[in-house]
T-cell receptor, first 115, second 113 residues
Framework: GAGVSQSPSNKVTEKGKDVELRCDPI?????LYWYRQSLGQGLEFLIYFQGNSAPDKSGLPSDRFSAERTGGSVSTLTIQRTQQEDSAVYLCASSSTGAGANVLTFGAGSRLTVL | AQSVAQPEDQVNVAEGNPLTVKCTYSVSGNPYLFWYVQYPNRGLQFLLK??????LVKGSYGFEAEFNKSQTSFHLKKPSALVSDSALYFCAVRDSGNTPLVFGKGTRLSVIA
């Protein structure tokens, strides 16, 4: 597609429920990233996929968070048993390769509110 | 592991005055440095990057940034601020390997008419 597409744009859920957030990267981009943006916390790296390599999961805050990328394209971020502190904007970005000088293109984000 | 510090949460500047948004970094080896901007209710946009070569890099909307290796800094600058420059600015760094891009906490720039 022309840009990085994320859905849903807004999600309100109750504490303890599971949520899935979807990212559709730019066609042909091999690298895909998930970040979390909370008020006062800036952009927090969560997970990074690069081609067929094992993902870098070093930023996932707990084992309630997981992500997969199917067929090297669409990615889903899953948060199990959501907590109020999970409320944030979840941003997806993609780039043509994972290394070096390549610029990330960001989606508009998915705003998650956990009540 | 690489890291970025943006020491100012908020920068206020009068329209027409020069602006500086500060960034320092820590990385093993040679850094790749970036600035991104987030306008109200809009997504993050790439502004400029430093890879190698001239220490002064120019980007979109009249912004520039100066790479200073000895001070490990990459401050964002603009000679004359506009009200429309008001936004949230993020500095980011990665090393030359296959590592994720790490962002700072952001600096909110407010340009006052």
């Amino acid at each position: 597609g022309a840009g990085v597409s994320q859905s849903p744009s807004n999600k309100v859920t109750e504490k303890g429920k599971d949520v899935e957030l979807r990212c559709d990267p730019i066609s042909g981009h091999t690298a895909l990233y998930w970040y979390r943006q909370s008020l006062g916390q800036g952009l927090e790296f969560l997970i990074y996929f690069q081609g067929n390599s094992a993902p870098d999961k070093s930023g996932l805050p707990s084992d309630r968070f997981s992500a997969e990328r199917t067929g090297g394209s669409v990615s889903t971020l899953t948060i199990q048993r959501t907590q109020q502190e999970d409320s944030a904007v979840y941003l997806c970005a993609s780039s043509s390769t994972g290394a070096g000088a390549n610029v990330l293109t960001f989606g508009a984000g998915s705003r998650l509110t956990v009540l | 592991a690489q890291s970025v510090a943006q020491p100012e949460d908020q920068v206020n500047v009068a329209e027409g005055n020069p602006l500086t948004v500060k960034c320092t970094y820590s990385v093993s080896g040679n850094p790749y440095l970036f600035w991104y901007v987030q306008y109200p209710n809009r997504g993050l946009q790439f502004l400029l990057k430093y890879i190698t070569g001239d220490n002064l890099v120019k980007g979109s909307y009249g912004f520039e940034a100066e790479f200073n290796k000895s001070q490990t800094s990459f401050h964002l600058k603009k000679p004359s601020a506009l009200v429309s420059d008001s936004a949230l600015y993020f500095c980011a760094v990665r090393d030359s390997g296959n590592t994720p891009l790490v962002f700072g906490k952001g600096t909110r720039l407010s340009v006052i008419a």
